[in-house]
């Protein structure tokens, strides 16, 4: 996936903005690569009182090995496409976790 569009990934004066597109109810919780301008990403929760948004900044959380407080919902909410706001981590560090093969 190296030298594809990183249009999902940004650096801003507070930290890293992503844009992840969230599929719930997958059979696990994984990064399936990039989906346009978004990083894919399956979650095992339901869309359903905010769970799938919990299970998707746990997952970062322990994905980039920083605190859940690092992590901020900044829109999306209710949708598949959400703006994340990350801190404590740099941008190539969060491209090296979730685009490298392992």
């Known amino acids: 996936m190296r030298g594809m569009n990183?249009?999902?990934i940004n650096?801003?004066?507070d930290g890293v903005i992503i844009a992840?597109?969230?599929v719930p109810r997958a059979a696990q919780d994984a990064v399936q690569g990039?989906?346009?301008?978004?990083?894919?990403?399956?979650l095992h929760a339901p869309?359903?009182?905010?769970k799938a948004n919990e299970?998707?900044?746990?997952?970062?959380?322990?994905?980039l090995n920083i605190p859940k407080?690092?992590?901020?919902?900044?829109?999306?909410?209710?949708?598949?496409?959400?703006i994340i706001s990350i801190s404590g981590i740099s941008k190539s560090e969060i491209e090296k976790r979730f685009l490298n093969p392992k």
């Open 20 to 22: 992840v597109h969230a």
């Open 34 to 42: 990039l989906h346009g301008d978004t990083l894919k990403i399956r």
């Open 6 to 8: 990183q249009s999902w």
């Open 69 to 82: 407080n690092n992590i901020t919902l900044k829109s999306g909410l209710n949708q598949r496409r959400k």
């Open 55 to 63: 299970a998707l900044i746990s997952f970062l959380s322990k994905r």
């Open 47 to 50: 869309p359903v009182d905010g």
């Open 11 to 13: 650096q801003s004066d």
